[in-house]
């Protein structure tokens, strides 16, 4: 098992950079594939980024690509959501999941484990 607790989010302006951490208490974390989600008022959950177990293999959904990277650090049981040029329409309650059997999948419901979410709200 694993518990899950993202931080960094806040308020930012347009064209402005946040990193995104989750941290995780629990032994097997290097064992599990990460990902991020994010849901916006009113709107469905969305797959933001995911990475492999061990780091090697990454994937962004099409909106953020080119602006979000995600990285994990197993040494400190922690994943990484870097943010930049944020626009207004990032603007979401960011998550990250865990995936006991590490598929590297874009579901939700191939996540076994969320973190509280943390407030992203980017300013036009």
């Known amino acids: 098992q694993v518990q899950l607790v993202e931080s960094g989010g806040g308020l930012v302006q347009a064209g402005g950079s946040l990193r995104l951490s989750c941290a995780a208490a629990?032994?097997?974390?290097?064992?599990?594939?990460m990902a991020w989600f994010r849901q916006a008022p009113g709107k469905d959950s969305e797959f933001i980024a995911g990475?492999?177990?061990?780091?090697?293999?990454?994937y962004n959904t099409h909106s953020v690509k080119g602006r979000f990277t995600i990285s994990r650090d197993n040494a400190k049981n922690t994943v990484y959501l870097q943010m930049n040029s944020l626009k207004p329409e990032d603007t979401a309650v960011y998550y990250c999941?865990?995936?006991?059997?590490?598929?590297?999948?874009?579901?939700?419901?191939?996540?076994?484990?969320w973190g509280q979410g943390t407030q992203v709200t980017v300013s036009s």
């Open positions: 999941a865990a995936d006991s059997k590490a598929r590297f999948g874009r579901r939700r419901d191939e996540y076994d484990y």
């Open positions: 629990g032994r097997t974390f290097r064992d599990y594939a």
């Open positions: 990475i492999s177990w061990s780091g090697a293999r990454t």
